[in-house]
């Protein structure tokens, strides 16, 4: 299967600041990558879907001005949250597929907003 | 609306035992269903699929069961061992052509030696 990395593993930043979270696909080239959050004891929540070379398609209620999404390249996304806020901090996860019905995620990002 | 519910948060369940976990799902009509693992502060990671023409699939200890006329499958894991112990997600597609998973809220497993 394929092996998605995400760095930084955890981050604590202070309100209004921003923070860029990286997924890496490590031996697969994906032209498509998702973005998770998951709030302690929930499940995950879809935010967006990040397409190599093109915008990103947002989620119902995800702001794309806070969120903002790059996937430069067939192996990089990065997620970047703006002036991050307290009610921000979640778990970040992101995942791409190599075929039509599999799926593998990265091990997620700890974001906490102080 | 659209919902998936697992049947319960927690389970806990002595070493040895089978431990069956349940899915439900209401206004969905899936081509497939995936199970995952997930440890604490990790990703999800994928054990099974299992498509809507398969009743049964199963993967060493695991076993899945469909039935799309209840809308609901059953996770098991025979001869269960602390090492088992995760929160189990169970995800649908999002419909035909639909590219992104969604998925229930966990049942956290707890294998007591």
């Known amino acids: 299967g394929a092996v998605v990395s995400q760095h930084p593993s955890r981050v604590i930043c202070k309100s209004g600041t921003s923070v860029k979270i990286e997924c890496r696909s490590l031996?697969?080239?994906?032209?498509?990558m998702f973005w998770y959050r998951q709030f302690p004891k929930k499940s995950l929540m879809l935010m967006a879907t990040?397409?190599?070379?093109?915008?990103?398609?947002?989620e119902q209620g995800v702001e794309k001005d806070k969120f903002l999404i790059n996937h430069a390249s067939l192996t990089l996304s990065t997620l970047t949250v703006t002036s991050a806020h307290p009610e921000d901090s979640s778990f970040y996860i992101c995942s791409l597929r190599t075929g039509p019905e599999t799926q593998y995620f990265g091990p997620g990002t700890r974001l906490l907003v102080l | 609306s659209q919902k998936i519910e697992q049947n319960s948060e927690a389970l806990n369940i002595q070493e040895g035992k089978t431990a069956t976990l349940t899915c439900n799902y209401t206004?969905?009509?899936?081509?497939?269903l995936q199970w995952y693992r997930q440890d604490p502060g990790r990703g999800p990671v994928f054990l099974l699929l299992?498509?809507?023409?398969?009743k049964e699939k199963r993967k060493e200890r695991l076993k899945v069961t469909f039935d799309t006329t209840l809308k609901q499958s059953l996770f098991h894991i025979t001869a269960s061992q602390p090492a088992d112990s995760a929160t189990y997600l169970c995800a649908l597609e999002g419909g035909a052509g639909a590219n992104n998973l969604f998925f229930g809220t966990g049942t956290r497993l707890t294998v007591i030696p």
């Open positions: 031996d697969f080239q994906a032209t498509t």
């Open positions: 990040s397409n190599e070379g093109s915008k990103a398609t947002y």
């Open positions: 299992i498509r809507e023409n398969e």
């Open positions: 206004n969905y009509s899936p081509a497939y």
